[in-house]
């Protein structure tokens, strides 16, 4: 199955030739085609960005726990072991007129509600102190079988997270939720993903 | 030569028991302590300003391009090739009062100037676009042999990377310079390199 943007570009798949027995393991494949299709929405987006000199906003690096290292010549250090690291923080930050911005992005297969075990603990008590120290926080959710994302702000996921700890909590957001609470980003050529238009009417900026 | 805090406590340097040939080769094992130190020291000093609420402020992770990646069981991916990629960004970043702060910390071994090739010049362009975005932007320089630390903002910095440039233009910064310049940042207990002091001097924050 193929989507494809408004203008009717289609998703990169780019693995789709080199399948070997271990990727074709259904749901590995999956999470890493969803991974990388907002990740790189994203990526140019913010490079449209910072090109246009309108913010400046990076992904971090993915952490990583290096054990071991070898040196073959001076100049290409090759790291031959090595283990991923869970994230501490999220993954975009930057600053946009002047203000910190800190923001995750998520994507599920699912189409009718966000499950809320997507987010980690850690990275919703981070966004909480960026928020309270006056950063504009926020999460960015795509649903990628039926290819609509949103934007949602930290207060509004914040309730959410809270009240699946309540007796009867609900484990995932629904999308009627998000479309009330929150914004949907639609897809545009360039930047693909207009995220700061959203951030723009949310925070009162001109 | 072991160096001492003003508290007496000694800088810990991790692999001195364990040198091999290789890590005697002088330039690799001097670099690789230097980073550890004044890095330890900001972490640790990044650390308890989050503790005490004072601020969000993280160490990037280090960026390296993964080439090949093993599952010998499904929960530890197991990196097997990887390289260390050029940072196209600074080292910290976070949120303070509200505002992007973003910094670059540097040691040398020289004892009078800063050597300006420290710097990248990828480096020196996104610290130009976060300052002219409204952040927080400056630069930590520690002396390792006579373990002297300083701050110098980033108006400053690039004054000095410009001039490089010109006809008879220095290529270090000189330490007389960043005394006057520049902040001494001064060790104590906790945090051990308090810099949010002098960016509360430096931007006249109460």
Redesign the interface.
């Known amino acids: 199955m193929t989507f494809h943007y408004p203008n009717g570009q289609a998703y990169l798949v780019h693995d789709d030739k080199k399948k070997s027995k271990?990727q074709l393991n259904k749901k590995k494949v999956s999470y890493s085609n969803r991974g990388m299709s907002l990740e790189d929405d994203l990526t140019r987006t913010n490079e449209y960005y910072?090109l246009k000199?309108r913010?400046?906003i990076?992904k971090?690096?993915?952490?990583?726990q290096?054990v071991n290292v070898d040196?073959p010549r001076r100049s290409?250090?090759?790291?031959?072991?090595?283990?991923?690291?869970k994230a501490?923080?999220t993954d975009y930050?930057?600053?946009?007129?002047?203000?910190?911005?800190?923001f995750e992005a998520k994507e599920t297969r699912n189409k009718t509600s966000f499950p809320l075990k997507n987010f980690h603990e850690h990275q919703i008590k981070?966004m909480n102190?960026?928020f309270?120290?006056?950063?504009i926080c926020f999460v960015v959710i795509r649903f990628s079988s039926i290819n609509r994302v949103f934007l949602l702000n930290f207060p509004q996921l914040k309730n959410w997270w809270q009240q699946q700890f309540d007796e009867n909590g609900k484990k995932s957001i629904p999308i009627k939720a998000l479309i009330k609470e929150g914004y949907e980003i639609k897809y545009s050529l360039a930047p693909r993903l207009p995220y700061l238009d959203l951030i723009d009417t949310l925070y009162s900026f001109k």
Do not use: F, M, Q, W
């Not at 971090?60 to 990583?64: A, L, N, R, V």
């Not at 290409?76 to 690291?85: D, F, S």
């Open positions: 271990k910072l000199n913010a400046v990076h971090k690096p993915i952490p990583i290096v040196y290409a250090a090759k790291i031959t072991e090595a283990y991923y690291k501490s923080t930050n930057g600053v946009y007129r002047g203000r910190y911005i800190d981070h102190a960026c309270e120290h006056g950063g």
